[in-house]
């Protein structure tokens, strides 16, 4: 289905630019807030049409973050590059990066931004030694890069490579391949169907690797699309993406299980993402399945092996540290006021609820006695248990 965007002429066009106004002036208002209301610009980040512009990314992805822009770091200089390990490494992924800036720039500016890109990059590896560099790490960093320019993009990286990025700067791709995991029982619960005939080809996990440790920025051409994954995520659970990944390959439905049951032809077809995917629909989807099946749900099925540092298993410290940052009650109250719209709708045939939708109800009740955060934390603090089981085919 190919993604139509919002009429711009006529009746429609005066309800799109009139919505977009209201939302404007409740992000100000919200950035104007004292303390800043964050509850909101997260709830403005996963809505339909995400943060709008890069002027306004500017000024909400660092409270997102939680970043004081009053005291950005000052920009790295090129004594990094001196004796530092990932240099090379990172100077041919860099150079290797073309298509990630916009069509028709030109040489001289492209040239300019790839130096800062790699400046960028050995500052926060230099700065947190902990930190390892992977392929792909830079598709992440130039989209930052690009909305927000150097010295704002350093600080938001940093905090970003310490958090929700963590698990793939590690040594091993140990906690990388436990994310991924969680794919499969996501599927699962939704489609069996599905899973099983993914099951039997055999396909493992890896076709939604890039997808993964880039947040979608390797694979999608429209950086349009890339920025409003960006808002989601940001505003969101560090899982968040691979949730998202699950609702592309649900989406495919119909085409995986028209495809010849072998490894290799489930593997092409899953790893060429669609260019004209109905976002939108998707990223509303995906906030829906985490509040359905939340990491603690899944995490039986998903386990490979006991995650002492996982990025999941900190959110509890990033959202303290964060003013008002509670990125699940948003998600769970726009489902709770999803579930009530379906619950009045059914409430006319009286037919018993399943026991899906009973959970689904008590969850409701839970984000209305507060205590929604809470279980979203526990959750994440249950995320990696002790036993194993095997990632790859």
Not at 123 to 128: D, E, P, Q
Not at 132 to 161: M, N, P
Request: glycine share 4%; hydrophobic share 40%; net charge negative.
């Amino acid at each position: 289905m190919a993604r139509r965007s919002p009429p711009r002429s006529g009746v429609g066009g005066h309800d799109f630019d009139a919505k977009k106004k209201r939302k404007v002036a409740e992000i100000h208002q919200a950035l104007n807030s004292d303390p800043i209301d964050v509850a909101t610009l997260r709830r403005m980040a996963i809505s339909e049409g995400g943060l709008l512009t890069d002027e306004i990314r500017c000024k909400v992805w660092p409270k997102l973050l939680s970043v004081n822009t009053e005291e950005l770091p000052p920009l790295p200089g090129k004594e990094l590059r001196e004796d530092n390990k990932d240099y090379q490494q990172v100077l041919l992924d860099v150079r290797r990066s073309l298509r990630r800036f916009p069509p028709g720039m030109p040489d001289d500016q492209r040239e300019g931004l790839q130096e800062e890109l790699i400046d960028i990059i050995l500052h926060v590896l230099k700065r947190n030694p902990q930190l390892h560099y992977y392929q792909g790490y830079h598709d992440i960093v130039v989209t930052f890069l690009l909305v927000v320019g150097d010295r704002l993009a350093t600080a938001l990286v940093e905090k970003l490579s310490t958090h929700h990025l963590r698990d793939f700067m590690d040594p091993t791709m140990d906690n990388t391949k436990h994310i991924l995991n969680y794919l499969m029982p996501i599927i699962d619960q939704v489609n069996p169907k599905v899973h099983d005939f993914m099951q039997s080809a055999e396909v493992g996990t890896i076709f939604a690797l890039s997808w993964l440790i880039t947040w979608f920025g390797h694979v999608l051409s429209d950086f349009r699309h890339v920025v409003r994954l960006y808002d989601f995520f940001l505003a969101c659970h560090p899982l968040m993406p691979i949730y998202f990944a699950a609702v592309i390959v649900l989406y495919r439905e119909q085409e995986v299980l028209d495809c010849e049951c072998d490894m290799a032809s489930v593997h092409h077809l899953l790893s060429q993402i669609p260019q004209d995917l109905p976002y939108e629909t998707l990223i509303s989807r995906a906030g829906d399945l985490f509040v359905q099946f939340p990491p603690s749900e899944l995490a039986r099925e998903a386990a490979q092996q006991q995650a002492e540092r996982t990025a999941a298993s900190t959110f509890k410290d990033f959202e303290l540290a964060s003013v008002q940052q509670r990125p699940d009650t948003v998600l769970r109250q726009r489902f709770r006021e999803r579930l009530r719209t379906e619950e009045r709708t059914e409430s006319i045939l009286a037919k018993p609820r399943t026991n899906r939708f009973v959970k689904l109800a008590v969850m409701g009740l839970t984000v209305a006695l507060g205590a929604a955060a809470l279980a979203v934390v526990k959750s994440a603090l249950e995320w990696a248990p002790k036993f194993e089981l095997q990632i790859f085919p």
